[in-house]
């Protein structure tokens, strides 16, 4: 019998019941082919769930639907950040319409960030 976390579970639970954007969107980021860049999905990262993150870049990617608060998201964002991740946010509207320009904004993202990245102290 194997024990699981339960932000395992719900990772697993997110990436199983993902939106038809999410999957047209992990179909484009999956097998490195941004730049050679890999990507996960719905990453637990500390209280949060990220939609997509590249750990080597430390960039979260987040598909904002209309259901999106801007509160919580801000929330989030900030903790993100403070843990040293960019977050791009990308409106679902984006990858419906342009996926072609948003797949170019995140590698633009990965080679050329436009905000430094906060490296954690040892043991953080």
Same mark, same amino acid.
């Given at each position: 019998? @194997?024990?699981?976390? !339960?932000?395992?579970?719900?990772? $697993?639970?997110?990436?199983?019941?993902?939106?038809?954007?999410? $999957?047209?969107?992990?179909?484009?980021?999956?097998?490195?082919?941004?730049?050679?860049?890999?990507?996960?999905?719905?990453?637990?990262?500390?209280?949060?769930? #990220?939609?997509?993150?590249?750990? @080597?870049? $430390?960039?979260?990617?987040?598909?904002?639907?209309?259901?999106?608060?801007?509160?919580?998201?801000? $929330?989030?964002?900030?903790?993100?950040?403070?843990?040293?991740?960019? #977050?791009?946010?990308? /409106? #679902?509207?984006?990858?419906?319409?342009?996926?072609?320009?948003?797949?170019?904004?995140?590698?633009?993202?990965?080679?050329?960030? @436009?905000?430094?990245?906060? #490296? !954690? !102290? /040892?043991?953080?």
């Amino acid at each position: 019998m @194997s024990v699981h976390r !339960p932000d395992t579970d719900r990772a $697993r639970y997110l990436r199983t019941n993902a939106t038809k954007v999410e $999957r047209y969107m992990w179909s484009r980021l999956c097998d490195r082919q941004v730049g050679g860049y890999k990507f996960r999905r719905q990453v637990p990262i500390g209280p949060y769930f #990220v939609d997509f993150l590249c750990l @080597s870049a $430390r960039l979260a990617v987040e598909v904002d639907g209309p259901l999106h608060e801007d509160e919580s998201d801000a $929330r989030k964002t900030k903790w993100l950040e403070s843990a040293g991740y960019r #977050v791009l946010r990308i /409106p #679902v509207g984006d990858v419906d319409e342009s996926m072609d320009d948003v797949i170019h904004g995140i590698y633009l993202e990965l080679t050329e960030p @436009s905000l430094p990245v906060r #490296v !954690p !102290p /040892p043991g953080e």
